[in-house]
């Protein structure tokens, strides 16, 4: 081995554990509007929202009737979301998205769901 390598090395090792014990860091301020159908339904276009509740039923492509004790309203989840989870209108979902409107359509599309029963 070269002089020069041997005298690298031990800088490198350092350098690579101080990566290895450096904390993450991240945003600590406000995040997404945890609330209800009701007051999803009063958000702007592109909100994030975090709700709670059951899946009714199917409305067929990628579209679910999502209800709350505030209201129902239509939730669209992409297949690949669903990684393995099955519900059933009985169960508690957490869905994770974005409120969605156009015209007097107004939908939210998920970005995660997670069963919670």
Do not use: C, H
């Not at 690298?8 to 904390?23: D, E, K, M, R």
């Amino acid at each position: 081995m070269s002089k020069k390598f041997l005298i690298f090395l031990p800088i490198l090792i350092l350098v690579s554990l101080i990566n290895l014990t450096a904390q993450p860091g991240g945003f600590t301020g406000p995040g997404l509007l945890v609330g209800t159908i009701q007051e999803a339904r009063t958000f702007r276009d592109g909100t994030p929202v975090l709700l709670q509740g059951r899946i009714l039923r199917s409305l067929g492509d990628e579209k679910y009737l999502f209800a709350d004790d505030t209201g129902t309203i239509v939730v669209e989840i992409n297949e690949r979301l669903w990684r393995g989870i099955t519900v059933s209108e009985n169960d508690r979902v957490e869905i994770v998205g974005e409120v969605e409107k156009e015209f007097l359509r107004i939908e939210i599309e998920a970005s995660r769901i997670r069963k919670l029963d």
